[in-house]
């Protein structure tokens, strides 16, 4: 039995004292971060909370393991005096949206290999995908993943103001995105790369930028550009 806390309750919080609730042999408790005068002990302690108040939060605990869930910070965030690790789950979270862990990517580090074991096991309860990846490899992780999330979602909110804007059923553009998503398991982007800017179509360009509004404009221009980039 693991004995597992989780401080915070956002997204992930959430999300991960639900699954572990269903797991095995684990003995979970939760508290909210401004909740934390009197710390109940347990094996791992989870610090689920905003980058920002990590080493805060961490620094009144004084559990003999304390690790945390963010992609952007390093292991030294933490400023508790114990032992340190870190449990990032590679997924975007929303409360109202069920998760499968058992699909999710585990990034774990620990100060030890007998810390990184028992969060490899604690990973194992709930998920299949365990990886050992540095703070280092994790800030390189992060950013990539701003750039096929956060970025793309963007992207597709400008396809959706588009298509709002003339009168266009957004989800004419869904089988689409489906598509480009599920190729990338199969076929690298550079090599599944299609439209006017990999063809050089400069035509259809010059015709796309003149329906765009500035600053759509500027990101049509540095995406193209980028595009075309890797022609060279």
């Given at each position: 039995?693991?004995?597992?806390?989780?401080?915070?309750?956002?997204?992930?919080?959430?999300?991960?004292?639900?699954?572990?609730?269903?797991?095995?042999?684990?003995?979970?408790?939760?508290?909210?971060?401004?909740?934390?005068?009197?710390?109940?002990?347990?094996?791992?302690?989870?610090?689920?909370?905003?980058?920002?108040?990590?080493a805060?939060?961490?620094?009144?605990?004084?559990?003999?393991?304390v690790?945390?869930?963010?992609?952007?910070?390093?292991?030294?965030?933490?400023?508790?005096?114990?032992?340190?690790?870190?449990?990032?789950?590679?997924?975007?979270?929303?409360?109202?949206?069920?998760?499968d862990?058992?699909?999710?990517?585990?990034?774990?580090?620990?100060?030890?290999?007998?810390?990184?074991?028992?969060?490899?096991?604690?990973?194992?309860?709930?998920?299949?995908?365990?990886y050992?990846?540095?703070?280092?490899?994790?800030?390189?992780?992060?950013?990539?993943?701003?750039?096929?999330?956060?970025?793309?979602?963007?992207?597709?909110?400008?396809?959706?103001?588009?298509?709002?804007?003339?009168?266009?059923?957004?989800?004419?553009?869904?089988?689409?995105?489906?598509?480009?998503?599920?190729?990338?398991?199969?076929?690298?982007?550079?090599?599944?790369?299609?439209?006017?800017?990999?063809?050089?179509?400069?035509?259809?360009?010059?015709?796309?930028?003149?329906?765009?509004n500035?600053?759509?404009?500027?990101?049509?221009?540095?995406?193209?550009?980028?595009?075309?980039?890797t022609?060279?």
């Amino acid at each position: 039995m693991i004995s597992v806390l989780i401080i915070g309750n956002g997204n992930v919080a959430t999300h991960l004292y639900k699954a572990f609730l269903k797991a095995d042999n684990i003995k979970i408790t939760k508290i909210k971060s401004r909740n934390i005068v009197d710390i109940p002990s347990a094996a791992i302690t989870i610090i689920a909370v905003s980058d920002d108040a990590i080493a805060a939060v961490s620094a009144k605990v004084n559990n003999s393991f304390v690790v945390h869930t963010s992609g952007a910070s390093s292991l030294n965030t933490l400023k508790n005096k114990s032992n340190k690790g870190v449990f990032y789950m590679l997924q975007s979270f929303s409360k109202g949206k069920k998760v499968d862990f058992s699909k999710i990517p585990f990034c774990l580090e620990a100060t030890n290999e007998n810390d990184y074991k028992l969060l490899e096991n604690l990973a194992k309860t709930i998920g299949k995908k365990v990886y050992h990846i540095s703070s280092e490899q994790r800030k390189k992780i992060h950013v990539a993943a701003v750039f096929v999330n956060n970025f793309t979602n963007h992207l597709y909110k400008i396809g959706q103001d588009i298509c709002e804007e003339n009168q266009i059923p957004f989800e004419i553009l869904q089988p689409l995105i489906q598509e480009t998503a599920v190729k990338i398991k199969t076929v690298a982007p550079k090599n599944s790369q299609t439209g006017p800017a990999i063809r050089k179509d400069e035509k259809t360009i010059k015709n796309h930028l003149e329906i765009l509004n500035t600053q759509q404009q500027d990101i049509y221009k540095i995406l193209t550009a980028s595009i075309q980039d890797t022609l060279k």
